[in-house]
């Protein structure tokens, strides 16, 4: 009987410090659509954090995405219609908010940084939303969706900054 209790107390203990470890991943999301092909950037947090982002847009809707982890590019998302706008990071600089506005398809995302720059992109039009993080000091590190000739729907995954990557900050 001791032996069993043994196991009791020792299983609560781990439960109890598990339990106690503070939580940082959240997640914002999915605005859109249900259309397109489903897409992840998960793998490519592991480059580092997000440095740069290219966005394509026509005249009615986020057509395409992409996103630089570190020094690396991920895989572009979305049509080819539209025109590409390209925007850098500061060293130190992560995106903390990302607002915009819906339909069947993504037609206007704003990022802002933590340095209080805003990016905005595409057209005022549609169901608004405001994505950010549920924990303090936390940021953006990757994206997900579905995506065709436009944006369809977009997610936006957030956890800590990653601190581990001094190449990112040059």
Same mark, same amino acid.
């Given at each position: +009987?001791?032996?069993?209790? +043994?196991?009791?107390?020792?299983?609560?203990?781990?439960?109890?410090? @598990?339990?106690?470890?503070?939580?940082?991943?959240?997640?914002? !999301?999915?605005? !859109?659509?249900?259309?397109?092909?489903?897409?992840?950037?998960?793998?490519?947090?592991? =480059?580092?954090? @997000?440095?740069?982002? *290219? @966005?394509?847009?026509?005249?009615?809707? $986020?057509?395409?995405?992409?996103? *630089?982890?570190?020094?690396?590019?991920?895989?572009?998302?979305?049509?080819? +219609?539209? =025109?590409?706008?390209? $925007?850098?990071?500061?060293?130190?600089?992560?995106?903390?908010?990302?607002?915009?506005?819906?339909?069947?398809?993504?037609?206007?995302?704003?990022? $802002?940084? &933590?340095?209080?720059?805003?990016?905005? /992109? %595409?057209? =005022?039009?549609?169901?608004?939303? &405001?994505?950010?993080?549920?924990?303090? &000091?936390?940021?953006?590190?990757?994206?997900? %969706?579905?995506?065709?000739?436009? @944006?369809?729907? $977009? %997610? /936006?995954?957030?956890?800590?900054?990653?601190? &581990?990557?001094?190449?990112?900050?040059?």
């Amino acid at each position: +009987m001791l032996y069993s209790g +043994m196991w009791l107390w020792i299983l609560l203990s781990v439960i109890c410090v @598990i339990a106690a470890q503070p939580r940082s991943a959240s997640y914002s !999301g999915e605005y !859109g659509g249900g259309g397109g092909k489903r897409f992840s950037h998960s793998g490519n947090q592991l =480059d580092g954090p @997000i440095t740069a982002l *290219r @966005i394509r847009v026509n005249r009615y809707y $986020i057509t395409g995405l992409q996103a *630089r982890y570190g020094t690396t590019w991920s895989t572009y998302v979305g049509g080819s +219609m539209g =025109d590409l706008e390209e $925007i850098f990071l500061h060293p130190d600089e992560h995106v903390i908010q990302v607002s915009g506005k819906y339909s069947n398809y993504l037609r206007e995302v704003t990022f $802002i940084t &933590n340095k209080g720059r805003q990016f905005p /992109f %595409g057209k =005022d039009y549609g169901t608004s939303f &405001n994505a950010v993080p549920l924990h303090p &000091n936390t940021v953006l590190r990757f994206f997900s %969706g579905s995506s065709g000739s436009v @944006i369809d729907a $977009i %997610g /936006f995954h957030w956890d800590d900054p990653s601190s &581990n990557c001094s190449y990112c900050r040059n």
